[in-house]
């Protein structure tokens, strides 16, 4: 992938070996940035914001979560939540032993959702966490009676594939992000049931805890989003106490970072993270 070194695999606190790619930053670096995928995606396919980020002085270091991309472990699964959250703090250790200086982190979608709760946990010493469409909550609600079915599988059957059924062309209204995802071996359509009941909680426990977060935050939320809530998603952005610069793009759908008009998040990321970096 353009934007990115070779993968390679880094060894996690419980001994897992997950998949990671890096774009180093052009000169000398003026921060370090640790992106996190959405479900079902992975990290190979934001390698144009990776360079794009590492074009301005960010190192960038991009994470297959567990169970996606080239990461190991049954598609779409998890035990815990908790692991999602303890990748990011080792990621994190080894990123601030090779690049020293300012962090942030990136996370989209579901890693959106990864990301915050990571603010509310762990955030150490951040200089700020730019998400784009967070999974706070889905765009269409699901029926009680699924959420109870899979409630119940969770604990019968905790690893087996569900479709999501999530409709590609719903990513970005650029056909071609749908068929290339559709093509791509490593995007795919399947969460757990011990998964999404986790994901249940962490959204949950968002809300409860959403006072602890307290570093600068970019919001780019997609005006048309027909996966997740951008409802949702900018009531909790509105209702945080931290320093936030809100952003919603009328027009676009989920991926705002795979849209024709990417560029003007581009611009939009770009001013605040002048901004917020001299303070780092």
């Keep these: 992938m353009a934007g990115y070194a070779d993968v390679e695999f880094w060894t996690a606190a419980d001994g897992a070996r997950l998949a990671l790619r890096r774009a180093p930053a052009e000169g000398t670096p003026r921060a370090a940035l640790v992106l996190v995928h959405g479900f079902g995606d992975h990290s190979g396919r ?3 914001v990776a360079r ?3 074009e301005r002085g960010s190192a960038v270091y991009a994470l297959d979560q567990r169970g996606h991309g080239r990461s190991p472990g049954p598609r779409g699964h998890v035990a815990r939540f908790a692991q ?6 080792a990621l994190r250790k080894l990123v601030a032993a090779e690049a020293p200086g300012p962090q942030l982190l990136l996370g989209h979608s579901f890693g959106g959702l990864v990301v915050l709760r990571f603010l509310e946990t762990a955030p150490g010493a951040l200089a700020g966490a730019i998400i784009t469409s967070p999974f706070v909550a889905v765009a269409m609600p699901v029926p009680g009676w699924k959420v109870a079915l899979v ?3 969770a604990d019968l059957l905790p690893a087996a594939p569900l479709r999501m059924g999530v409709n590609l062309a719903h990513l970005s209204t650029d056909p071609a ?3 290339d995802a559709e093509r791509d071996p490593l995007h795919h359509d399947v969460m757990s049931p011990r998964a999404y009941f986790e994901s249940l909680e962490a959204q949950r426990a968002l809300a409860v805890e959403s006072g602890r977060i307290a570093v600068p935050i970019f919001f780019g939320l997609a005006g048309d989003d027909r ?3 951008m409802t949702a998603a900018r009531a909790f952005a509105e209702s945080l106490l931290a320093d936030v610069t809100l952003k919603v793009y009328q027009g676009f759908f989920h991926e705002v970072l795979n849209e024709r008009e990417r560029e003007r998040v581009f611009r939009d990321v770009e001013s605040w993270l ?3 970096l001299p303070a780092a």
Aim: no cysteine; aromatic share 12%; proline share 0%.
């Design 46 to 48: 934001y390698a144009h």
């Design 52 to 54: 794009w980020l590492a």
């Design 84 to 89: 999602y959250l303890s990748d990011v703090v």
């Design 151 to 153: 409630r119940a599988l």
């Design 177 to 179: 992000v749908a068929r």
């Design 227 to 229: 996966i997740v809530s």
């Design 274 to 276: 002048a901004r917020v």
